[in-house]
Structures are given as C-alpha cells and as structure tokens.
C-alpha cells in the first residue's frame, strides 16, 4: 500500500516487473485463464503460480524441516530463536494445497518445538522449574530459558577465560625449542630422509627384480615359451610371413593383369570394330529402299483417261 498498489492492474504489473523467462509465461497464462485482473483474481492466480513451481508435497517437507531438522544456534539467543520458529510456521498458510491457517502447526506443538532444540543446561532449568512446554504459554516459555541462558552465559564465559589462558599456556612454544629438520631426500616407501630418494631406494629396486625374476621362471604349457621374448619374436616373424605372402600375390596379380591386358584390349578393338561394320550396312540397306521408283496403279492410269475423255 505505501508504494500505492492498491488496485488490480497496478498488483499485476509489480508482479510483471519482478519475474521473467518462464515464470513471466505461466503468470499470464494464468492471468487470462482467470479473467479480469482484479485483486481477488490475483489471489487465485497466485496461488496458482506456488503450486505450479513448488515441488509436491512442500508443506509435508515443510513441517518436516520444524519438527526434525531445526537447531538453535549457539550465538542465537533463545527470545531470536523463539520468533524464527514462529515466523518460518507462519509460511505454512501460503503454501499448497489448501492455503488457509488450518495448515500451520499447533501453538502446543511449536512451543515444545523450541523446547527441545535449546541446551540441555536450559531443559534442565526449565524441568526444575515444572514448566512444561504444552500446558505454559510462550511468553512464560521463553522468560524461564532466557534466565537460565544468562546464568549459563555467565558460568560459559568464565570458565572458557579460563580454559583459554591455559591452552595458550600448554601450547605456547619457548624459543629454545627447535624447529623440525627438514631433509634433502624424499623416497616414495621411506618418506623424507638424509640418504636416498625414490630412485635409488634399495628396497623398492630388490622388489623390482625380484618381481622381474618370478614372471621369468613362472611356468608355461608345452607349447609355450619360458623365455618370454620368445613369445614375442614369434609372433613378429608369423607378422612378417604374412606381409611377405600378401606381397607376392599381389606381385602375381599385377603380372597376370598386364600379360592379359593386351589381348582384352585387341578383344574390345574387334568388337568395336564389329559394331560399326555392322552399324553402315544397315544405313546402306535403308539408302537402296530409298531410290527405288514408285509404279503407278492400274486404277490410277484408267481414273486419268477416263478424266480426259470426259473433258473432250
């Protein structure tokens, strides 16, 4: 109200001006699936709008969080504390699916709630005390743990001066102590030392051998190899039969493919040659059809003289 939006299409447009990008399209969908913009209608558009991008179950999730996961922090006082609870309660009521009070959690149940998460220094007091969180109301609640949170503020601060000059005291070096030596080698089994590095370590090189000496004298089938070189010489000379066989045949195929080029060529030639021979003695047929005379008909000579007969 203080920035005067009061009206319908001034609450509409505040809502257009602060969200974008798909939040912006599912708003004015929804606004002109409702009707006219109104400030009623905007309720009903967004409630709308919380559900559609709210996970389900939220409010489930919701009161989870208040009863189980809460904690007090230790530099939060108990008055601080107490009034969060209560506020993070009160987002029940804009949440899905209903919307209404009816969601939110009991004053009972969030007084015990705020019980429960403070020191136990403070239950203790406050089981002295006979209060019990569901039957006293929250003024009561929080005055009982704020006078023991003192008392035990007090008793904190003295005891951790304290406790704080003697660790100082314990952990403070003198200056004759002296400083750790440090090493010029460094071997990966033995750490830092004055003597070897990884290279030249004794132990790891026997190890290295000695794992050399078993793959050697390990043993193999009948067909196998005890020296492992073998194997491998083997498989490069069966590697280089092939290539020498693949190169010969190939040889063979090149001098076969020459050697009978020239009589697949002469063999193209001939019945290139067929071809035309055979193409100019059918023009030549078609040329003699051509020149021969045309005979008259015998009907066509009487039909003439009759004509002339007739004339005379």
Not at 40 to 61: G, H, S, Y
Not at 128 to 139: A, H, K, L, Q
Not at 152 to 164: L, T
Not at 235 to 262: C, D, G, I, P, Q
Request: proline share 4%; aromatic share 8%; with cysteine.
């Amino acid at each position: 109200k203080g920035n005067n939006l009061t009206t319908g299409p001034h609450q509409y447009a505040m809502w257009r001006n602060t969200i974008a990008g798909t939040a912006l399209a599912q708003f004015d969908k929804l606004a002109r699936a409702q009707g006219n913009e109104t400030v009623d209608n905007l309720t009903e558009v967004r409630k709308k709008f919380i559900k559609f991008f709210l996970q389900k179950k939220v409010l489930n999730a919701h009161h989870k969080y208040l009863r189980h996961h809460v904690r007090k922090p230790f530099t939060c006082s108990t008055r601080q504390f107490a009034s969060a609870v209560e506020t993070v309660n009160q987002y029940g009521n804009q949440m899905p699916p209903d919307f209404n009070d009816a969601q939110l959690i009991g004053d009972a149940e969030i007084r015990e709630i705020i019980s429960e998460k403070l020191p136990e220094a403070q239950k203790k007091i406050l089981k002295s005390n006979g209060i019990e969180p569901r039957e006293t109301d929250m003024d009561t609640l929080v005055e009982t743990a704020e006078r023991a949170e003192s008392e035990y503020v007090i008793q904190d601060s003295s005891d951790s001066e304290e406790e704080v000059s003697e660790y100082k005291k314990k952990t403070k070096r003198s200056n004759n102590q002296p400083a750790a030596k440090k090493f010029d080698f460094y071997c990966k089994l033995h750490g830092p030392n004055p003597h070897h590095n990884t290279e030249g370590c004794r132990t790891l090189l026997a190890k290295a051998n000695n794992k050399k000496d078993k793959f050697r004298k390990r043993d193999r089938d009948e067909k196998g190899y005890k020296d492992y070189k073998a194997k491998y010489q083997k498989k490069s000379h069966e590697v280089n039969m092939l290539h020498k066989e693949a190169k010969e045949a190939k040889a063979k195929w090149t001098k076969f493919y020459k050697r009978h080029r020239a009589e697949l060529d002469e063999y193209k030639r001939q019945q290139k040659a067929k071809r035309e021979a055979e193409a100019s003695d059918s023009s030549s047929d078609d040329s003699s059809i051509a020149e021969i005379p045309k005979i008259p008909n015998d009907h066509s000579a009487n039909d003439s003289s009759s004509s002339g007969s007739d004339s005379e």
